[in-house]
């Protein structure tokens, strides 16, 4: 299931281009040398994965508790269900302020690095990157239920990692092409984006009910002796 990461963050990276585009697009870039300036843009990648893969170090531990006690397919299919459900009904959510205290913190933060986009240095870039990565996003919590189900800190890691890996190339072009994509391109996609993260649910769910199927949905004694280690 770690490949649903790499294609949510592929879908999501359109959803970033309003959220995390201006940011982006006012990096601190040495403009002149091609090569200073790549490796400017991939210190800030690495600070937003950085953060995309502590919040799955965490996320994957309570999913590791959740998979020691027997709760492996169960969490699948919640998370699963969980995904599809704010996806179809996102008025359910629009009261909920669960990111309110976290953007509170991430707003100081913020303010306390606006002196960071004048200075261009590899530690402000990833500095940037990582604060850009904690900031409260839809897409971040729905591939965070991916990465509870994943029943260990390990994954859970990888799989926030690849969903910011997916962001990479989308963002990467914002920077180097300021806004290439046009508005209604855009606004189609972000049509589609909803449809997506429905079949990632799907996925999960499918995976809960190992129906047998490889890669899709492993049979549940597979998922068993694979969470057992084989000892010679």
Request: aromatic letters at 12%; proline letters at 5%.
């Given at each position: 299931?770690l490949?649903?990461?790499?294609?949510?963050?592929?879908?999501?990276?359109?959803?970033?281009?309003g959220?995390?585009?201006?940011i982006?697009?006012?990096?601190?870039?040495?403009?002149?040398?091609?090569?200073?300036?790549?490796?400017?843009?991939?210190?800030y990648h690495?600070g937003?994965?950085?953060?995309?893969?502590?919040f799955?170090?965490?996320?994957?531990?309570?999913?590791?508790g959740?998979?020691?006690?027997?709760?492996?397919?169960?969490?699948?299919?919640?998370a699963?269900?969980?995904?599809?459900?704010v996806?179809?009904f996102?008025?359910l959510f629009a009261?909920?302020?669960f990111?309110?205290?976290?953007?509170?913190?991430?707003s100081?933060?913020?303010?306390?690095?606006?002196?960071?986009?004048?200075?261009?240095?590899?530690?402000?870039l990833?500095?940037?990157?990582?604060?850009?990565?904690?900031?409260?996003?839809?897409?971040?919590?729905a591939a965070?239920?991916g990465?509870?189900?994943?029943g260990s800190?390990m994954?859970?890691?990888?799989?926030?990692?690849l969903?910011?890996l997916?962001?990479?190339?989308l963002?990467?072009?914002?920077?180097?092409?300021?806004?290439?994509?046009?508005?209604?391109?855009?606004?189609?996609?972000?049509k589609?984006?909803p449809?997506?993260v429905?079949?990632?649910g799907?996925?999960?769910?499918?995976r809960?009910?190992?129906?047998?199927?490889?890669y899709?949905?492993?049979?549940e004694?597979?998922?068993?002796?694979?969470?057992?280690?084989?000892?010679?």
């Amino acid at each position: 299931m770690l490949y649903s990461a790499f294609i949510l963050g592929l879908i999501s990276s359109f959803h970033c281009i309003g959220m995390c585009g201006p940011i982006a697009v006012m990096l601190p870039l040495g403009q002149s040398r091609p090569l200073k300036k790549l490796f400017q843009i991939a210190t800030y990648h690495i600070g937003r994965i950085t953060a995309y893969a502590t919040f799955g170090l965490i996320f994957g531990m309570i999913g590791k508790g959740l998979h020691l006690a027997g709760m492996q397919q169960s969490l699948s299919i919640f998370a699963g269900i969980t995904m599809i459900v704010v996806i179809i009904f996102p008025r359910l959510f629009a009261g909920a302020e669960f990111s309110k205290p976290i953007f509170n913190i991430v707003s100081k933060v913020k303010a306390a690095l606006g002196n960071q986009f004048k200075n261009g240095t590899f530690k402000s870039l990833f500095l940037i990157g990582l604060l850009n990565g904690f900031l409260p996003c839809g897409m971040v919590y729905a591939a965070l239920f991916g990465a509870i189900s994943m029943g260990s800190a390990m994954q859970g890691i990888l799989y926030m990692a690849l969903f910011g890996l997916g962001t990479v190339p989308l963002m990467t072009s914002i920077v180097y092409f300021r806004l290439a994509v046009s508005l209604s391109f855009r606004n189609k996609i972000q049509k589609i984006i909803p449809y997506a993260v429905v079949c990632v649910g799907i996925l999960f769910v499918l995976r809960g009910l190992s129906l047998g199927i490889p890669y899709v949905s492993p049979s549940e004694l597979n998922l068993f002796v694979k969470a057992i280690p084989q000892c010679i």
